[in-house]
Nanobody, 130 residues
Framework: QISLAESEGGSVESGGSKILSCTTS????????MAWFRQGPGNKREAVAT??????????SESVKNRFTISRDTADNTLTLYLEMNSLKLDDTGMYFC?????????????????????WGQGTQVTVSS
């Protein structure tokens, strides 16, 4: 398992922006895929964005496409994952989780299936208010 630590979430007004980060102690030689999942009130956990750590190919859920951007930084051979969230909506409220997979992924992109990920952060709450 990989140790993951999300940045603090917080409250933001509808239409606003927020950036989340997730730090690890490993590099892309060990982590093939990373993702951001979220779980809103009364909803099941869903993947909002995934990224292949080598190709940087990203996939997004329809609900966040063109508003959220996932990216990764590989400085000092350790990975930091980001999620830039713009034009936030009330429905974006939820607990956001960083996830990582050490299973080698040769397709160049990463699935949004949570069963693919074997390491999880504690989660950070993001609340969007009107």
């Amino acid at each position: 398992q990989i140790s993951l630590a999300e940045s603090e979430g917080g409250s933001v007004e509808s239409g606003g922006s927020k950036i989340l980060s997730c730090t690890t102690s490993e590099g892309s030689d060990r982590i093939s895929c990373m993702a951001w999942f979220r779980q809103g009130p009364g909803n099941k956990r869903e993947a909002v964005a995934t990224i292949h750590t080598s190709t940087a190919f990203a996939l997004y859920s329809e609900s966040v496409k063109n508003r959220f951007t996932i990216s990764r930084d590989t400085a000092d051979n350790t990975l930091t994952l980001y999620l830039e969230m713009n034009s936030l909506k009330l429905d974006d409220t939820g607990m956001y989780f960083c996830a990582a997979s050490t299973t080698r992924e040769t397709r160049g992109y990463c699935a949004r299936d949570d069963g693919r990920y074997n390491s999880w952060g504690q989660g950070t709450q993001v609340t969007v208010s009107s």
